[in-house]
């Protein structure tokens, strides 16, 4: 088996699609690997597969670092089947040997079991790494990102449903001509009858409220202000408020396990990912926080989304402690 077949091999194993004597052939390596360097590993549910695909993608990595006469050795030798797997069992070590790192190292959140219907008033909460979503008795549904607050009040008896929100959520409210929905954040007021918009009004930035349908008035709770948005358009609550037109889905996205990012700064990108995953990130050096991003990530692991940054713009990546990183590079490309 030269390096091209046992590259395939593991390509078409990872997705499914070779044959069940090929499947046999990689996992018992696997297992026996496994037996031997890993006896002592207790792997958290759901790792097991996440791991063998590090350790499949280690493999293609070390056996893409051969030289020539590697190669050209490896085709005349006819120990070159033990040569191969010597090789392979020292990347899969590599790999098991950074798993007390790794296994740590945060995947994408889960969105926690749906709250039980309010009818009146409650308080709900995410942390760090966590989203949420609630279900109001008059049909209404909010969802809460990463590290979030909401006082809810939309008892039957009151003229109007009140929310106040710190942090980010996504709302769809049900039209209730007779009794307006109202979010309160700081000191603006967003007021509704029936539509779907975001909000975003973390204490570390400006708040913003994007719409995806309906109609939304924005106004100061003190003062005179006011902007009324429309479907794909944002205000962003400065000392003057500024209005303009986006794709309201982008803002949206993360109630879906999606993050998104286009032409993004790392100084804007890191207090997101650092909600997200529940990290800490730091810069080598400032110049860093400059590199614009473009992406999009459904449901990955972190370390995808660091490959990712790496491959796109040069950006190395460690990881000081389970949940701090680092992010190196003296340019961004």
């Known amino acids: 088996m030269n390096q091209e077949s046992l590259e395939d091999l593991l390509d078409r194993y990872i997705k499914g699609v070779c044959t069940e004597e090929e499947k046999k052939l990689v996992e018992a390596f696997y297992e026996s690997f496994e037996k031997k360097e890993s006896k ?149 007021k967003t007021e509704v009858l029936g539509t779907s918009f975001n909000i975003t009004a973390y204490d570390s930035a400006k708040p913003t409220v994007t719409v995806s349908s309906g109609k939304v008035r924005v106004a100061g709770k003190t003062s005179s202000q006011f902007v009324t948005l429309i479907p794909n358009e944002q205000v962003l609550i400065d000392t003057e408020w500024k209005k303009r037109e986006v794709v309201s889905e982008q803002f949206s996205a993360w109630k879906n396990g999606l993050l998104t990012f286009e032409d993004m700064s790392l100084a804007e990108i890191k207090p997101i990912l650092e909600k997200w995953y529940d990290i800490e990130i730091e810069f080598h050096v400032a110049e860093l926080q400059n590199c614009r991003i473009t992406g999009k990530y459904q449901n990955e692991p972190l370390k995808n989304v660091l490959e990712s940054f790496r491959f796109i713009k040069g950006l190395d990546y460690q990881f000081v402690d389970e949940r701090k990183i680092r992010l190196n590079g003296d340019i961004c490309m």
């Open 40 to 188: 002592n590993i207790i792997f958290p549910s759901g790792e097991m597969e996440m791991l063998k695909y590090e350790m499949l993608s280690k493999i293609r990595e070390e056996l893409s670092q051969y030289d020539l006469a590697e190669r050209q050795a490896l085709k005349k030798s006819p120990k070159r089947p033990l040569y191969l797997f010597a090789k392979i069992a020292a990347a899969a070590a590599f790999l098991l040997g950074s798993y007390g790192l790794f296994r740590n190292a945060p995947l994408p959140f889960t969105p926690k079991a749906d709250n039980m219907i309010v009818s009146e008033s409650q308080d709900f909460s995410t942390i760090r790494g966590e989203r949420s979503k609630v279900s109001l008795s008059d049909g209404s549904v909010i969802w809460l990102n990463a590290e979030t607050t909401v006082n809810i009040c939309i008892n039957p008896s009151n003229e109007i449903r009140e929310v106040e929100l710190s942090g980010e959520a996504f709302f769809e409210v049900a039209k209730d001509s007779s009794r307006p929905f109202v979010v309160y954040t700081g000191n603006v």
